[in-house]
């Protein structure tokens, strides 16, 4: 028995990489993990005797689990964001930012398309990057084709962590990592105008080795669900509120109608930027407002 990491899955495959090399496995039989389903990212044990008929025997405890994409083990979130077509979208970067911290996944905000865009929305683009950067994320404004400067930048901060690409179809995902590994030659996708978005090119997962770190790419999603977050959580979800939360009146403030809330009073001097604030309402309406998966019937 042999333990590895699932690097790929392709219709029933899973692809499991071990010092160099990759087996072509499958689970199958009386496979002690037939209750879970086996994730691009696990790191399992498994036999083979040759390098195509290996089985899957067991998978070890995760670390974290994505729906969109599937994937486990995941240490950094790349947002992939369009300067333009589509338009960047602090709101999306926001719901991106809370799903990840949620999970305890490190992001980090790749700009794209910043050679479309004319000067003053370069100076939009730059207070996004000095605000989210004052509150802990590298935003990276990337030039096009990516420089070694961006690039690098990119691959240092993720270090030997695994990370996904996460963003909007036709944000550039495939195509930055066709410039982090030429050797791939992804398919990537002209932007339907017809439609307003992008074709979506990017179909299975897979955690490519690129340095010490590895990365997927992913196929585009406009969105992404809030549904795992529970509303006394979102507050702690935003760092920039975080820093400054210990000095509401109300320890556990929410701050919407409490009064005395350090976090309101940083909105009204623009000491946290309102877009943040009014998204983090926006996600708490959405948060308080979903309906309940069981209505518990009264005795
Ligand atoms: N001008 C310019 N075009 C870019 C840049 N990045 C990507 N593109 C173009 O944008 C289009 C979409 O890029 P993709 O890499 O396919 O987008 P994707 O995010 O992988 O899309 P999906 O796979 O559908 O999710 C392609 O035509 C790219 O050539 C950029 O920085 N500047
Ligand atoms: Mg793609
Ligand atoms: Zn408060």
Redesign the pocket.
């Known amino acids: 028995m042999r333990k590895g990491q699932i690097r790929k899955a392709i219709s029933g495959f899973y692809y499991v990489y071990v010092d160099g090399q990759t087996f072509q496995t499958r689970g199958r039989g009386n496979f002690r993990v037939k209750n879970m389903s086996p994730l691009v990212g696990d790191y399992v044990d498994f036999e083979s005797d040759n390098k195509t008929e290996g089985i899957l025997i067991d998978i070890y405890p995760r670390k974290n689990e994505l729906i969109r994409p599937t994937v486990a083990n995941i240490d950094y979130g790349i947002i ?1 964001m ?1 300067a333009v ?1 589509p338009d960047f979208s602090s709101y999306l970067v926001d719901r991106f930012l809370v799903y990840l911290e949620d999970k305890r996944i490190k992001p980090i905000i790749y700009v ?5 865009l004319d000067e003053k929305t370069t100076a939009e683009m730059k207070a996004f990057k000095i605000y989210y950067e004052s509150i802990g994320y590298k935003m990276i404004l ?1 030039d ?1 084709p ?1 420089s070694e400067t961006s690039l690098n930048t990119l691959i240092q901060v993720i270090g030997k962590g695994a990370a996904v ?1 996460m ?10 990592l ?1 410039q982090l590994m030429p050797e791939l030659e992804l ?5 339907s105008t017809a439609l307003g978005r ?5 179909r299975h997962v897979e955690l490519h080795p690129i340095g010490d770190a590895l990365i997927a ?4 999603f406009s969105t992404i669900d809030l549904v795992d977050i529970e509303e006394a959580d979102l507050p702690s979800l935003f760092p920039d509120f975080v820093a400054l939360r210990d000095e509401c009146r109300f320890s556990g403030c929410m701050h919407i109608n409490e009064p005395n809330c350090r976090i309101k009073a940083a909105v009204e001097t623009g000491e946290i930027a309102k877009y943040r604030y009014d998204h983090y309402l926006q996600f708490y309406e959405e948060i308080n407002t979903r309906k309940p998966m069981y209505v518990k019937k009264k005795k």
Do not use: C, W
């Open positions: 992939v369009s077509e794209t398309k910043m050679d479309l990337s096009y990516a690409f963003g909007q179809s036709g944000a550039g995902k495939s195509t930055l066709n398919e990537t996708g002209e932007i992008g074709r979506h090119t990017t790419d992913t196929p585009g």
